[in-house]
């Protein structure tokens, strides 16, 4: 999580709100990571999930991440709680709670949908306060 904080902080920096994501491998190991780029980009699915999730796949050559754990510092939307669904990973921590718009439990629980066939583990609030007080610090610059 202190690696996504970081990937985060790389996201404000280009004027982005704060949300960055590391893909582990089914061994532990740093596949990929990956932070909200939509002001970056211009691409509006350009969250730090999709990020984390596209290059993870590509770095392992295959769409499927089976095994691999995606930590993000706020909870995903309903479109990253898609893409984790689809891409078959076993694991998403997440830090803040997103009660708006948060797809892991707070307003949905996409992932962990019983209709669907495939339903990663969830384990949330790590380092949550810490995960929370980056985004209010970002929305309080503005
Ligand atoms: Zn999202």
Redesign the pocket.
């Known amino acids: 999580m202190r690696r996504a904080l970081a990937e985060a902080e790389l996201a404000a920096r280009a004027g982005d709100v704060p949300v960055g994501a590391v893909m582990l491998g089914p061994d532990g190991s740093l596949l990929a990571t990956g932070h909200n780029e939509r002001e970056a980009t211009g691409d509006p699915t350009a969250?730090a999930?999709i990020v984390a999730v596209r290059r993870a796949a590509a770095a392992l050559g295959q769409w499927r991440l089976s095994g691999c754990t995606l930590v993000v510092t706020l909870e995903?939307?309903t479109?990253?709680a898609g893409a984790l669904v689809q891409s078959r990973v076993d694991r998403v921590v997440y830090g803040a709670r997103d009660e708006k718009a948060g797809a892991a439990g707070s307003l949905w629980d996409v992932v962990r949908d019983r209709r669907l066939n495939h339903r990663p583990e969830v384990i949330h609030g790590v380092l949550e306060d810490v995960c929370a007080d980056q985004l209010t610090a970002f929305f309080r610059g503005l």
């Open positions: 969250h999930e995903p939307c479109m990253c």
